[in-house]
């Protein structure tokens, strides 16, 4: 869906959460995909990770430290999101408020479904990164720049690539099913194109809509 909202930039906060090979378990634990609908993921993010077998937070990480209590960008380790397909990672990551990761790779289906879902995922070559974690030392706000794709920090600014489509979506609020309608008027000249040449195939098509609604 289109959720109309433009976006040139994200600004905010950056953590680092600089775990090698952090996968989608512990992003989001298996306990918490037992949902009918996406609400509530937020709690469960880095769950073993944030909170002691109590359920009291652990002081010592990093996202429940005061400094970066709203914190909005991750800054990851090597193969980030690695692991399982589930969904679920993305979505409490947004619901956290975690609006792009910065990392040096990623888990390849959890970067598809980041971007799909308009979480901004950015490569970022490893000693990049490690100067940019050298800025946030002395000052922990950053700003991607998603039209000249760039991030900007105190003494640096970083470019990065993006699809063009992933960048489209990202920056005109579109998720997959936002992007595809808007080639509608192509998939209709497609459509009857397509049952032009092949007349039997809507009759096919016609007589599995009457199976199915029996």
């Not at 579109?174 to 040449?197: N, R, S």
Request: aromatic share 8%; glycine share 8%; with cysteine.
């Amino acid at each position: 869906m289109h959720d109309k909202t433009h976006m040139t930039h994200i600004n905010g906060i950056a953590a680092p959460l600089l775990i090698d090979n952090l996968d989608t378990d512990q992003i989001m634990p298996k306990q918490f995909l037992r949902i009918i609908t996406k609400q509530g993921l937020d709690k469960g993010v880095l769950f073993d990770l944030r909170f002691d077998p109590d359920g009291r937070p652990k002081p010592g990480f990093v996202l429940n430290r005061a400094e970066y209590k709203n914190a909005n960008i991750l800054i990851g380790g090597p193969n980030f999101g690695c692991g399982s397909s589930r969904e679920h990672a993305v979505w409490g990551l947004q619901q956290l408020g975690i609006e792009a990761v910065i990392a040096p790779s990623f888990g390849e289906i959890f970067f598809s479904n980041a971007l799909n879902n308009r979480l901004l995922l950015i490569v970022l070559e490893q000693e990049k990164i490690a100067l940019l974690l050298q800025d946030l030392v002395i000052d922990k706000h950053l700003d991607v720049d998603l039209v000249k794709m760039e991030i900007r920090c105190v003494s640096h600014v970083f470019g990065f690539s993006l699809a063009a489509r992933h960048k489209k979506m990202i920056v005109e609020g579109l998720d997959m099913v936002g992007a595809t309608m808007q080639l509608l008027p192509q998939i209709e000249v497609f459509e009857q194109k397509h049952y032009a040449d092949c007349p039997w195939s809507r009759v096919l098509l016609n007589e599995a809509l009457q199976v199915a609604s029996a």
